[in-house]
């Protein structure tokens, strides 16, 4: 399977950052789009940089974009809310959902999350939904249990056309440096690839991405483990660089 190399640029920069980031990215994978055999590219600024992202990337379709998150609802009076179809619009083509920097920060439930991945897929977006485990339930041995009970009640519920993408982000990983080892990697994307079968048929084409402090230079051994269809970065995804050097190493 093609992975899938997936910046979440989060709350950083200005227009002018974002316009400049992806200009860098794009003028650097231009000489070099041999990369784009073996992953695709993709990109999730924040809200408002969105246009410029898409203005840069006009008729480049090889670096996509997508949100860091959407509304649960699909129009009306959500005060503060931006919806699935205003992302498509603005022709976004993903959106992470469930990250665990909302479900801590924003109290978002797995029924939350469910539901604006009924509202992703309404509008034709393939959803990122985001598990994983916090230092504190791997400690207690609960991470595995963790992590299944968060997709199960997370995942929308699916045909055979959808397209989803999982992230395997341990939080205790998430900006600390620290990293799953391979093995555990393994493990846990293993697990999900299970859960996923009894959701849809199409268990075995769902890239399960994997995310928390992957840099250049542990992307490589993450990349190469069973089940880990590519990754999801933050701090990494914010330097052309060191973005394309973990797509390189895929
Ligand atoms: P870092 O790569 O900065 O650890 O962030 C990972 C992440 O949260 C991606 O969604």
């Known amino acids: 399977m093609k992975k899938l190399i997936a910046g979440n640029w989060k709350t950083n920069g200005s227009v002018d950052d974002a316009r400049a980031l992806v200009a860098d ?13 073996s992953c695709d590219i993709l990109v999730c600024p924040p809200f408002l940089h969105i246009p410029a992202v898409r203005h840069a990337t006009h008729g480049y379709v090889a670096v996509q974009f997508g949100a860091q998150d959407c509304s649960a609802y699909e129009s009306g009076a959500y005060t503060g809310d931006v919806s699935a179809a205003m992302l498509k619009d603005s022709s976004c083509s993903y959106v ?57 009640h997370s995942l929308p519920p699916l045909n055979d056309f959808h397209q989803i993408v999982i992230a395997y982000e341990p939080v205790w990983a998430i900006g600390t440096g620290k990293t799953a080892s391979a093995e555990d990697a393994r493990h846990m994307h293993t697990l999900i690839r299970g859960e996923l079968a009894k959701h849809t048929k ?8 994997y995310g928390g ?29 060191q973005f394309l050097a973990i797509a390189r190493a895929a």
């Open 213 to 241: 402090s992957m840099k250049p230079d542990n992307a490589a051994e993450l990349l190469a483990t069973e089940n880990v269809d590519g990754g999801l970065i933050g701090g990494a995804s914010l330097k052309a660089d």
């Open 202 to 209: 199409n268990a075995e084409k769902v890239r399960i991405l």
């Open 96 to 152: 992470i959902l469930g990250h665990s920097e909302r479900r801590q920060y924003h109290g978002e439930t797995n029924a939350v999350v469910q539901q604006k991945a009924e509202r992703a897929l309404e509008s034709d977006l393939i959803p990122i939904i985001c598990v994983g485990e916090t230092e504190e339930e791997r400690e207690q041995g609960k991470a595995e249990e963790v992590v299944i009970a968060q997709l199960q």
């Open 25 to 37: 990215i794009i003028n650097k994978l231009e000489p070099d789009e041999a990369v784009l055999e």
